[in-house]
């Protein structure tokens, strides 16, 4: 019997330290992201300010530095500016008015988003049991490590990139930075008033999966949306979109998003309808968001082609 008993202390003590070094490592991770994005962004081109004689040419080619070469991977650089901060109502307006411009592919592909939430939601209960009887220490420290990238870790990281930016002068991550701002305040907004709206008990207090109150009625009903799913959600669709010439930065950023959501369905404080419906929020309007921006780039495109002419004729 001691050999048994040994043996399962053993193996309970090799469960602890894998779950501790674990959640180091996510630590670890955290600090570094930035870091590993840094690295994926363009750097700014030492030669943007070559002298000449000729004080056009000079202009020519400084306007053919990081920002032009960052506009031609199609996206528009951000500043930090009176014009950023008055893209945010154009950009709320633009996000919350697509549904009446959805056409037929766009219906198509909210219909298979509600036959899935659909299910989700009559299987919650079964869910929640099912995660409620599999729980043991490996899988608590996975979940601890995880979680914080849907509140701490999430609301961080875009100010920290923006700063990165800024001391490192890279536009891409300065830019980055700040449209993941936008894109997570405004995410925050619209989960924010679902929240009032649908007004759904939490699974930690409810008896039933379908304990829901009169919109802006009982404070404590704030399950679904999922606040933490919707937030590393915006983070992951941002770092997908704005660093997608970089293959490994997408499945990352999705994987991390993915393991973040769930885990708030195996703390018991969210159903497992309540993260979809905040993954999918916090995608989608991260994605309008972002394609606010993207016609101001195309109309900039053809001065911008026009200055390279120049340039190269002058070469």
Do not use: C
């Not at 000079?58 to 991977?73: C, L, V």
């Not at 219906?107 to 899935?116: D, K, Q």
């Not at 700040?178 to 649908?198: C, D, E, H």
């Not at 007004?199 to 802006?216: E, G, K």
């Amino acid at each position: 019997m001691s050999v048994a008993f040994g043996a399962s202390r053993a193996a309970d003590l090799k469960k602890f330290h894998t779950g501790s070094y674990l959640i180091i490592f996510m630590r670890f991770y955290y600090h570094i992201i930035t870091l590993l994005l840094f690295l994926a962004a363009p750097l700014p081109f030492l030669n943007a300010q070559i002298s000449s004689s000729n004080d056009s040419l000079t202009f020519e080619k400084e306007e053919i530095g990081a920002d032009s070469i960052y506009k031609e991977q199609g996206t528009v650089p951000y500043r930090l500016n009176l014009d950023y901060i008055k893209s945010f109502w154009p950009s709320l307006k633009y996000t919350v008015s697509r549904p009446a411009h959805w056409d037929k592919k766009d219906i198509t592909r909210l219909s298979l988003f509600a036959a899935g939430a659909g299910t989700l939601l009559l299987s919650d209960w079964e869910i929640r049991n099912a995660m409620l009887h599999n729980r043991n220490k490996f899988n608590e420290k996975v979940a601890g490590a995880v979680e914080p990238f849907g509140n701490t870790y999430g609301v961080y990281i875009f100010p920290a990139m923006y700063l990165a930016g800024v001391a490192f002068k890279s536009p891409k991550l300065e830019s980055t930075g700040l449209v993941g701002a936008k894109s997570l305040a405004i995410s925050t907004i619209i989960y924010t008033a679902s929240k009032k709206l649908i007004r759904r008990n939490r699974p930690d207090a409810a008896t039933s999966s379908w304990d829901y109150a009169p919109p802006f009625t009982k404070a404590g009903y704030t399950s679904s949306p999922s606040g933490h799913s919707n937030t590393i959600f915006t983070v992951a669709t941002v770092l997908a979109l704005e660093f997608r010439e970089t293959k490994w930065v997408p499945p990352l950023v999705y994987s991390i998003a993915t393991a973040t959501a769930v885990s708030r369905l195996y703390h018991n404080r969210h159903w497992s309808s309540d993260i979809f419906l905040g993954s999918l929020m916090g995608h989608y309007v991260t994605k309008a968001v972002w394609n606010a921006s993207q016609p101001k780039y195309k109309r900039k495109n053809k001065s911008l082609t026009g200055l390279r002419r120049s340039f190269n004729r002058h070469s």
